[in-house]
Each structure stands twice: as C-alpha cells, then as structure tokens.
C-alpha cells in the first residue's frame, strides 16, 4: 500500500469520540509514528473541542519530529456532510453545522476530510485487517451507541443523506424499551452499553453482581466495558447474562442486516467488543446464524476488529488519501 | 432509451411469478408489442413450469408478429444464482438447482439472463417510472411473501451471496408471530399477504368481516388482495384496521431500512398496494416517519409503482440487454 505516500511523505488520522480524541501521523507504510490521546472533554473547561483536536495533532506531530503533512483524514460522530465536511449537530461535542474540515485545513494548512467515526472504523478494518479482498463488508461497533459501517462493492455506503448505516436505530422490538432518539425497541435501546448498564445497575442495587456494586456502583456512568468484562471474569452470573443477551440481539440486528445486504465478512469492533471479543463473538454468531436466512449467510465471515483503537484514525487517513486521488 | 436496440430490434422479458407467468415482446422504445399471461399452475399437471414458460413466450412472440430477439431476460423468484441462472430453490415452482437461462437460451436460441423478480421490478420501476435521477433506491414489494429491492449508486445489489434484498425476514418483533422461515417476528409473519389473511379469516369466522364472509368464506387462499380492497370500501372496518396495521408495520420497515442505507427514494409495488395504494402510501409514510431518523429520511421520495403488472418484465428486458453490453 505504499503507492498512497512517497517514502518521506507522511498523512495524519484523527479519531474524535464522545470520551477520547486520537490523533496519530502515520508514514508511507502507514505505520504509526506519532500518537497522542487527550479526552475530549478536559479539565481546562474554557477549551473547545476543535481547539483540543488541533492541540491533539500537534503533540502527535511533535511525536513524530515535526515531518510535513499530506492531509488529515478524520473521523467524527455524526450526523454530519462527509462531502463539505461539516458536523451537523452533536450536542456531545458541542457542535452545530460546524466546518470542521476547513477548520483543521486552515490550521494546518493541508486538505481535510471528515467521515462518519464508524465508517472510517469500518473502512480502516477492511482495508488494514485482512478484508481487503471481500468486496462487501458489514462493520457493527456498539458501545454508547451502536453504529455501523456498510461497504458495498469496495466503497463505503454513504446514502443520499450522506449518513448510511445508522443500525443502532432499526426497530427490532416493537413497543420494546425507549431508546434515546425518542422511538422505542431500537437496537441501541437494548443492546447499547447504556441499556446493559442500566440493567447492571439494577442488578448492583438488589446485590445480585457483587463485582459491580463494590468496584462501580450503581451509577451508569462508571459501568464501563472494562468493568463488566471484569465482572464476568470474576463470576458475576446474572452480568454475564445481561451482556450475552445484549450481545445476541446484536447478533439479531446482524441477522438482519445479512439479509438485506448478503456482505461477505462482518466484523465487530468497539469497547465492548475489545472488551470481551470471546463472548461477542459468540453471541452475535448464535444471533446471526438464528435470523439470516441460510442461503444469504452461507460463507460469511464474522470476525473482530484487528485494529483495536486505531481503526477510525487508520481508516480516515486513507480516505483522505482516496479522496485526494480522485 | 433507444440506444439498447435498433430499431427493428426486439427484447424480451418474462415474469415468473407464483401465481401468473408473464411474457412481453418490447421493441426499441420498450414497448409492449406482444404480452401472453398463463397461470404458473394451470389445469394441464403434465406440463413443468419451464414448459409454460416457453409456451407463454412463445404466445407472446406470436402477437407481436414472431419478430426475432435480440435476448431474454426473466425475473424469478429466488433463491438463485444471478450470474449463472440457475434457480437453486423455489417449492412453489417444484425447481431444485435448475438451469433456467440456459433452458431458456436453448429453447430460443437467443441470450437469456436471470434474476431476482423483485430485484427486477425495482430494476424496471427504476428506469421507466421517474426514478432514474435517483442513484439509490429501494423497492418494498408486499404480497404473499415481501421482497426487496436495492439500487445503490446506480447499480442492483446483489451481494455476496447474489441474494441481498431479502428484507421480509428482518426481525421486527423479537419472540413475534411465527414465519414460514421458521423464525418468529420476521415482517413476512406480520405484514404479507398471509398475515393479512389469517387475520381477515378469524374476522370473518366471528362475523366480524360480512363482505368477507360472504364473497371469500374463511379459506386464506381465497382471500386476495382486491378482496381486502373491496371489503375495505364495503365498510369493513375491522378490515381495514388489520390492513392499515400490516402496512404500517411494512413502514416499521422502510424507515429501519432508512437508516440503513439511506436512499434517496423508496418505490412500493405488489399486489396488496396495487389494490389499495392511498392506505398504503399514507401507512407506510407514517410508520417511516416514526422510525427512520428525521436527518436520514429527509427529502426521501416515497411512491407507488407506476408499472404495475409489467414492472418485472420491463426491468428483466432492460437487464439483460444491460449485461449484454458489459
């Protein structure tokens, strides 16, 4: 893949999250030569989050000894214009048709481009995780929401809208719990971290997952992946269970979704996923293989992202380089 | 359009369907210069389907004066193999794994290529019923079962296992209604025509659906959708709300399919809107407007087919003159 990049050329990802901003320099074999890893919402309360990117980039450009830029490549929570590069609106970041891409162009002086964080997760998984020869690729990463990646004939679906792959809102229960976006029985609605910690926090009130309630609480915001991959470690039963489940309805909406799409490999990433691929993989195959019809899901490829924390930035400095291409 | 034929030139497309098989003759402006319509399962047991298909072409040839063809195109019902024409298996249709293109090519010594008959009625509502600005588009046809069909930038999925589209076994309702697939709460168990049926049947076996019961008795077979139709302006109320509901589950569907490809437009054929489009335009725009979110379905153009009985033919004539020029 060096025909992206001369040698001595150099292309930077930056991964925008609701908890981290990642930002690293990759050179021409895309390896990674500088990184820097800052929370998005820091102490110093007077930074906006644009300003902790372009600070982001820069410790990750001092990293890597201060090399000349092709381009910067992003990924961010959408919704967003992945054509002008604006982000529509995302309260979590404090954001409102903001131009996020000549932003980061003028301050560094280089092009920028900005896509979806799970597309760009999607897309640096397919093309840096041994996918790269299966033309259409699903890629599902539930955490806090639950998003998705469609590449369909090596090329990543973006839509009319310009925001294709929002499964974390298909209806897979109707009349089942509320979900954030105000609909009910949406697959985030049960099977997001969200819906599992409210059902662990639960648990930890009645002292039915002691790991919990003695390392976490019962507050939502501190059962975090980790946690419940710990949780499940230490025996915690009725854990265990509330995450298989959430699991296996991933597996369902993976169903689903081979049905409609017939991809070749699917793969999973994300914090819970990182967390515990073992028990992931297993339910989401169980969901998959109970819900896809068996000619549409024969020979599919179910795997975990390779690329762990990486992926979005990975993938987003190749599409800026695709996109420079063209 | 006349740039696939000279004129003087001819196409042919056949639809196979459950219950009728459809032949058209189109010249270079497609149009229908000959049409024969046989019932699939006629009173004649000794005949095969392939036999009927032939002899529906053949008819159709007749009526357009036994012009020679340029090519074949059919659309099926699957599961099948676009690119070899081969049917792998279809009960009604009594095919296991057969040749259908090549039997067809030999019959007529002309080229001859397969797909999907929803695919193709997508396809030809795509191209000959104001869609074709459109470069993703998703066609939803309910009937006895629901298929689907996906354009997406300009070109059919197809997918990895060359059936992507099968959008009626998406999970609606996890632990729902039974599903001829073996499965529970697929849109199929919820919103086809049998549903439907089973629903109206129960009605009538009560009294509580008088134009039913005395115009179809309590036999699901006998209770089409122009039957449903016309209970519905006879005043069937309980009727109508088991249809209204059917079809607002099928718009559960479109907005979970919103969100997940994003099309720009959304075509609704089949036999159940064919007889009642008003209901099913306003309930599937309802039940897409609740559950695709407002940034994805925003300007996504919903409409009834305008091809009516003729949609899977036209789109398979255009097809496989289409592949003949790859």
Excluded at 140 to 147: A, E, L, S, W
Aim: charged content about 20%.
């Amino acid at each position: 893949m060096g025909r992206d990049l001369a040698p001595g050329e150099f292309v930077m990802g930056i991964d925008i999250g609701g908890t981290n901003i990642v930002a690293g320099v990759l050179d021409h074999k895309y390896n990674l030569v500088g990184r820097c890893k800052k929370k998005t919402h820091g102490k110093n309360r007077g930074q906006s989050t644009e300003e902790r990117v372009i600070r982001a980039a820069n410790v990750a450009l001092e990293i890597a000894g201060t090399p000349s830029l092709k381009a910067i490549g992003i990924g961010s929570p959408g919704p967003l214009d992945p054509i002008k590069g604006i982000i529509y609106d995302t309260p979590n970041l404090a954001w409102n048709n903001f131009p996020l891409a000549d932003t980061i162009a003028k301050a560094f002086g280089v092009p920028c481009a900005v896509d979806n964080d799970v597309n760009m997760g999607t897309y640096g998984e397919w093309v840096f995780g041994d996918l790269k020869n299966c033309k259409d690729v699903l890629g599902v990463f539930p955490g806090t929401g639950i998003g998705g990646g469609i590449i369909i004939d090596g090329k990543m679906l973006q839509g009319f809208s310009g925001s294709a792959g929002e499964i974390g809102h298909m209806t897979i229960e109707v009349n089942g719990p509320f979900c954030g976006c105000g609909k009910r029985g949406c697959l985030e609605a049960v099977a997001s971290r969200i819906a599992i910690a409210e059902q662990v926090a639960a648990l930890a009130a009645r002292h039915d997952a002691p790991y919990i309630f003695e390392n976490c609480g019962t507050d939502l915001a501190n059962i975090r992946s980790s946690s419940l991959a710990k949780a499940i470690e230490a025996g915690d039963k009725k854990v265990e269970a509330v995450v298989r489940k959430a699991a296996y309805y991933i597996g369902i909406a993976v169903g689903n979704l081979v049905n409609v799409l017939s991809p070749e490999a699917v793969v999973l990433g994300g914090g819970l996923v990182e967390a515990m691929k073992e028990l992931y993989l297993q339910e989401v195959e169980r969901g998959m293989k109970e819900h896809a019809l068996p000619f549409v899901r024969k020979g599919v490829k179910l795997s975990a992202a390779k690329l762990g924390d990486d992926a979005v930035l990975m993938g987003a400095a190749k599409m800026v380089l695709e996109r420079l291409k063209d």
